[in-house]
């Protein structure tokens, strides 16, 4: 990747996009469009379809006939996995044109986005393709008088709704093993980063994956999310998004046919340094990273860092240096480490946290707030605030932007007590080089994925879940296709 191939991506004029229904590509039912704005600059990039709630219909009727049929759903696993191989080769052919229009939507730092959205999402449809071949059956040990199979079956027709941030990654790892397993899919991005899933759709019916089996319909959360949630032909959703968001999807379920709800929530994740730790400078450098990339806006960042009091000072002063040190500005540039807050009204939620965390006492130790606003586009600076007390709203609630809450303890049974007392339970991470704490610390922290000695980073080997309201269900690994598949027994007199 260089910056004069991303530079001549970057001001490509985009023609307004269609949903992708039944291998077509279809304007609204209504005719209507919503804007897509950069947050680079803030200015209209394109436009995509409005979603009805007849355009939602038209999508689950045409996944629904397209798995009863068996087209893709009774397709030997060996012929899938050659399908889903060759989308996997057309993500890498055009990872960079994919990777600048995920950018151009939603604000990533494209260094970041190269790796994590389309170098992602081949690996995973790579590993799901690779899986399905080699998913055994089972058969029960049972008397001799009857033979008892289990068999897994997939689901049906899978309702996916994605969110703006890393839509290309985590869209994969949903989209990968539903469709590995046969179901039919009918996906929702965000409404306002769609683009790199349309382009996904569009590489997956050149792959081969036939008509009906991926279905894109975009617009509004509240219309076609609430309409695909609410069908009672759809078998089960998986979801990732805001706590919000995913309690209403468990209504809608209890509402329309109790369809199973993974959820992947939010997070706020503890970081915890003890004054043991291997290495504290590099501890300040990868726990400013595991907040700051991405302007902050990844689920499992590690937004509330957790330091022993005695090392308390001269940690905070070094993770300072770090964030003061990263480079904020256009994503686009290779050399920026922090791109844009994905839009205006989460700039002022961000801004709106500093404020409130002031107002309960706390310090702001570095961040200016919004910055280069002359762009047009939406930044802020990386931003520390210490003496956090755990009653306080920015100790408790999500603020998914470049804000780091920092609280002293004093002792592993008071950094636990701390790490827990939240609703959340998705990652966190632990600094120690005594073995036995690190193991303690991992059986004490109530979440998903505990980190020790490092911060994000893992790979599609390991699985991804939240505990507690961050969520139920994995993505990555193996352990993913568990959502796509039925258990199916076959009892049988001999
Ligand atoms: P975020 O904070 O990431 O924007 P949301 O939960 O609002 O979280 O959005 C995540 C996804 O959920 C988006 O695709 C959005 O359109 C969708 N969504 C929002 N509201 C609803 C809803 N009521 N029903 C179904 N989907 C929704």
Redesign the pocket.
Known sequence: MNQSDIDTLRSQVLSPRSHFIGGRWVAASEGGQRDVLSPIDGAVLTQIAEGTPADMEAAIAAARAAFEDGRWSRRAPAERKKVLLKLADLIEKHALELAVLGVRDNGTEITMAMKAEPMSAAGTFRYYAEAIDKVYGQIAPTADSVLGLIHHAPVGVVGA????NMPLMIGSWKLAPALATGNSVVL????SASLSLLKLAELAAEAGVPDGVLNVVTG???VV??KL?LSMDVDIMVFT??G??GR??LEYSARSNMKRCYLELGGKSPNIVFNDAPDLSEAAKVSAGGIFRNAGQICIAGSRLLVQEDIHDEFVAELVKHAEAMRVGNPLDLDTQIGAVHSISELESNLDFVAKAEAEGAERRTGDGRILEETGGYYMAPTVMTGVKPTDNLFQNEV?GPVLSVTPFKDEEEAIRLANSTVYGLSSGVWTSNLSRAHRMIAGIRAGVVHVNTYGGSDLTVPLGGVRQSGNGHDKSLHAFEKYLDLKTAWIKL
């Open positions: 709704i994605v969110p703006w929702k991005p965000a409404e509004s959360g509240r999310g609430e949630a998004g805001s919000a968001t209403r999807l998914f």
